[in-house]
């Protein structure tokens, strides 16, 4: 089931925002100031995480940049006032995955979740197509460093023989010039 936090300090929006992702069949937790998602978002793992910027106690851009500079994979879309294209690029800048200005239609909302949810799907088959190629390419290594280690036996092996012809041949020549 997907997991997404919501980090709003308009109560009556984040519930509603909640009910209604919730109906979609999403399991949505919240938080209404910047500490307490900071603190839900460390101890839980989140496919989506929605984030005003302007919260009390850490700010979104804050909760942000660290979601970002974690090793979690959970995607931000930025939820917020701050609707001026400066505003916007610097949400995307520090992490945000989207960025969606208020007001908004909650269908909007949602479908912006599931294109968020669709790409990170997207790159999570990458990343194991990507890790098998990798464990193809280390056999493939493998096989061609025996089959190297082989050649240099089968070298040896020749060289060897070489020598050991030109051995005989220079024993014969040695036996018709004596003879």
């Known amino acids: 089931m997907v997991r997404i936090l919501i ?12 009910r209604g992702l919730r109906r ?3 399991a ?3 938080a209404y100031d910047g500490d307490s998602g900071h603190e839900k978002v460390s101890v839980t793992r989140y496919d989506v995480v929605v984030l005003d910027r302007d919260l009390p106690g850490m700010s979104g851009d804050e909760l942000c940049t660290e979601i970002a500079r974690s090793a979690a994979v959970t995607r931000v879309l930025m939820l917020t006032a701050s609707a001026e294209v400066a505003d916007r690029v610097s949400g995307l800048s520090l992490g945000a995955d989207d960025y969606l200005a208020k007001p908004f239609a909650f269908d909007v909302l949602a479908a912006r979740i599931d294109r968020i949810l669709a790409r990170a799907a997207r790159i999570d088959e990458l990343k194991r197509s990507n890790l098998a190629l990798d464990a193809r390419i280390a056999a493939r290594a493998i096989e061609l460093g025996e089959a190297k280690a082989e050649l240099a036996v089968a070298r040896t092996d020749r060289s060897r023989l070489m020598a050991s012809i030109r051995g005989l041949h220079d024993a014969l020549a040695l036996q018709r010039n004596a003879a």
């Open 7 to 18: 980090v709003e300090d308009e109560r009556p929006l984040a519930d509603a925002v909640a």
């Open 24 to 26: 979609e069949g999403m």
């Open 28 to 30: 949505v937790d919240v």
